[in-house]
């Protein structure tokens, strides 16, 4: 269920912690310039009770990276 918002890929990959049952925020951020991809990975703090709700939390957490709402979560290594 990968997207692309405003010229990067956002791919939602969420972790599942079986000693708590619940699933993690996780997104993958990429970049196509040219010949070059970089990729990113990021780690969210919530959980969620469904694969599915942690995915389309991931994708609102990936946008939420790149229009610079976390400022200790960097596009830096991509640009």
Not at 6 to 25: M, N
Not at 28 to 40: G, Q
């Amino acid at each position: 269920m990968d997207i692309l918002y405003k010229f990067f890929d956002i791919s939602p990959a969420p972790d599942f912690y079986q000693e708590s049952g619940k699933w993690s925020e996780r997104v993958f951020i990429t970049l196509h310039h040219d010949d070059n991809v970089r990729t990113n990975v990021y780690l969210g703090k919530k959980l969620f009770d469904s694969k599915e709700e942690a995915e389309l939390n991931s994708i609102e957490f990936g946008k939420q990276i790149i229009d610079g709402k976390f400022p200790n979560l960097s596009l830096k290594g991509l640009l």
